[in-house]
């Protein structure tokens, strides 16, 4: 059973920054994609960013490209996004996901192909 562990969200200002980190035990397998989605009341869930390995290879929402980074630590089993220049439309629940094995990278961005989240973590942007 994978459990995610998430960590970094706040209440922050716009144009400032928030580091998200997402931590992954009990995964055996070195061929998996672990994502960041978030929600807001009443709206679907939106794609945030993901990566996946082995490759490496990063795919991001079009409301954050530019401004956000998905890294990988891969001894630690760990997610981090770094989120830049918020604004108050990035205000939401982040929730961590992970999916084993990789699959086609154009299906990264559906939430129903991962089979595990995190606990989600709250950021707020605000003056």
């Known amino acids: 059973q994978v459990t995610l562990v998430e960590s970094g969200g706040g209440f922050v200002q716009p144009g400032t920054s928030l580091r998200l980190s997402c931590v992954a035990s009990e995964v055996s397998s070195n061929s998996y994609v672990m994502a960041w989605f978030r929600q807001t009341p009443g709206k679907e869930r939106e794609f945030v960013a993901a990566v996946g390995w082995p490759g490496g290879s990063e795919a991001y929402g079009d409301s954050v490209k530019g401004r956000f980074t998905i890294s990988r630590d891969r001894v630690n089993r760990a997610v981090h996004l770094q989120m830049n220049n918020l604004k108050p439309e990035d205000t939401a629940v982040y929730s961590c996901?992970?999916?084993?094995?990789?699959?086609?990278?154009?299906?990264?961005?559906?939430?129903?192909?991962?089979?595990?989240w995190g606990q989600g973590s709250q950021v707020t942007v605000s003056s």
């Open positions: 996901a992970y999916r084993s094995p990789r699959i086609i990278f154009g299906r990264w961005r559906d939430d129903s192909v991962y089979a595990y």
